[in-house]
């Protein structure tokens, strides 16, 4: 759909050529300035019809993309190997026996600084595989300190995204989108487009 922002942009580029080719000419008719006048609004014309049609293809486009990235996301899931719910396990249950056996908050806290360090190299398979296995950490934990904490981690890694769940965040993002940005700002700039409101040129233009 980047296609359609480059057609866009080539075809603003063009119109501003042509509006100067236009503007610089030595061609007596353009001394007439409702023939030249003329020349501009059917070069915007054209202009617009390309833009018109451009945005029209990527709504279309960016909604057909959407809905697939819906029913993609909608199966995905996360899967872990079985090395990586053995891995998690294993760490899972050395966080569990540390904090045991641990004497002190400061000891406690130590461990549970050591666990999110670890987290912090864990793939999303693993971590979506931690979140999995905290009730389970829950019930052997007694400390009311380290049961907050983990709580926060469980929130956390609810934000877990599978590779479809994030395309389909972006794909929505797209569809709220439109290739046109070159255009607006032509808009806004060019003597052409001075009946617009917001157009610098437009007399009636209240200033901010």
Do not use: C, W
């Not at 236009?22 to 023939?35: L, T, V």
């Not at 993309?65 to 190997?81: C, H, I, T, V, W």
């Not at 806290?109 to 864990?122: A, G, P, T």
């Amino acid at each position: 759909m980047e296609q359609y922002k480059r057609d866009i942009e080539k075809a603003v580029r063009k119109f501003r050529k042509d509006v100067q080719k236009i503007e610089e000419s030595s061609d007596p008719r353009y001394k007439d300035q409702a023939f030249k006048d003329e020349a501009i609004r059917e070069k915007r014309q054209e202009l617009e019809d390309v833009v018109a049609d451009r945005n029209t293809k990527y709504a279309q486009e960016a909604e057909a993309l959407l809905e697939q990235r819906k029913q993609e996301a909608a199966k995905s899931y996360f899967k872990p190997s079985p090395s990586d719910k053995q891995f998690v396990e294993s760490v899972l249950d050395e966080f569990t026996a540390s904090v045991a056996f641990a004497y002190s908050d400061k000891q406690r806290r130590e461990v549970f600084n050591s666990l999110e360090d670890r987290f912090e190299h864990m793939s999303p398979e693993q971590l979506n595989e931690v979140r999995k296995q905290l009730p389970k950490v829950l019930q052997s934990v007694n400390d009311e300190e380290t049961i907050k904490k983990l709580r926060y981690v469980n929130s956390y890694l609810s934000n877990l995204q599978t590779p479809e769940q994030e395309a389909l965040e972006e794909a929505q993002e797209a569809a709220m989108l439109k290739p046109d940005a070159a255009f607006r700002r032509l808009t806004f700039t060019h003597p052409a487009f001075k009946d617009q409101a917001k157009n610098i040129h437009n007399g009636t233009r209240k200033s901010i």
